[in-house]
């Protein structure tokens, strides 16, 4: 079973517009990454937050943690063409456990 | 750095034949991952492998489905034999676990896949 779920499964939106997906689960982790898959391609890890974290910023992502209501959110600021692909997150509860996806929010940007 | 390798990439069979697919890690990585992600889905582990050594094959259908991992480094998933329903594309990935503030974590790093088709 896929403890992540992602909120919106799809989402739309124009270039320069900010994109936010968000990402619930269900059990305790130490650990919740975003990737990112381009169409017929292999996922790219985008960034990592630990649970003892609340944000964390890379480049245009931002993405926030609330353990306490399980859930994350992913933010793209002005958002690109090139942004287009599926995001998934991820969680793990130790650095060799497994990590489990959910089924991803597609993101279309639009020119 | 070179990333994971996979071949083939495509791979187009009739029900009930068999299938194997490679996967070469990042050199160093000890933790080797095969995953199987069906259209529209996000990735399901299917066997997770430390060294040569299995982790969690907790999902694999072993009945039809085997993998290895000799002298720890590449890796074959193997399909025998094939239903309609394996038509999917199987990834592997390695990672390197890191430590911070005591605690350990794995970013994983993807191959590019194998789609796999199931007449």
């Known amino acids: 079973s896929q403890q992540g779920e992602e909120d919106p499964q799809a989402l739309s939106i124009q270039e320069g517009e900010n994109a936010t997906m968000n990402c619930s689960y269900k059990?305790?982790?130490?650990?919740l990454q975003w990737y990112r898959q381009n169409s017929g391609r292999g996922l790219v890890h985008l960034i990592l937050?630990?649970?003892?974290?609340r944000e964390k910023h890379s480049g245009r992502l931002r993405v926030t943690l609330d353990t306490s209501k399980k859930s994350s959110s992913l933010l793209i600021t002005a958002s690109r063409a090139a942004d287009t692909a599926s995001y998934f997150c991820?969680?793990?509860?130790?650095?060799?456990?497994?990590?489990?996806f959910g089924k991803g929010t597609m993101l279309l940007v639009s020119p | 750095e070179a990333g994971v390798a996979q071949s083939p990439r495509y791979k187009i069979i009739e029900k009930r034949q068999s299938v194997a697919f490679w996967c070469n890690p990042i050199?160093?990585?000890?933790?080797l991952y095969w995953y199987q992600q069906i259209l529209g889905q996000g990735p399901k582990l299917l066997i997770q492998?430390?060294?040569?050594?299995?982790?969690?094959d907790s999902q694999l259908p072993k009945d039809r489905f085997s993998a290895e991992r000799l002298k720890g480094v590449d890796s074959t998933l193997k399909i025998q034999p094939a239903k309609l329903e394996d038509s999917a594309v199987y990834l592997c990935?390695?990672?390197?676990?890191?430590?911070?503030?005591?605690?350990?974590?794995?970013?994983?790093?993807f191959g590019p896949g194998t789609r796999l088709t199931v007449l």
């Open positions: 991820a969680t793990g509860n130790s650095g060799y456990s497994t990590l489990t």
């Open positions: 050199s160093g990585h000890a933790t």
């Open positions: 492998f430390q060294n040569n050594g299995v982790v969690d």
């Open positions: 937050i630990r649970s003892n974290e």
């Open positions: 990935a390695s990672s390197l676990p890191r430590l911070a503030g005591g605690l350990s974590y794995n970013e994983q790093f």
């Open positions: 059990t305790s982790i130490n650990n």
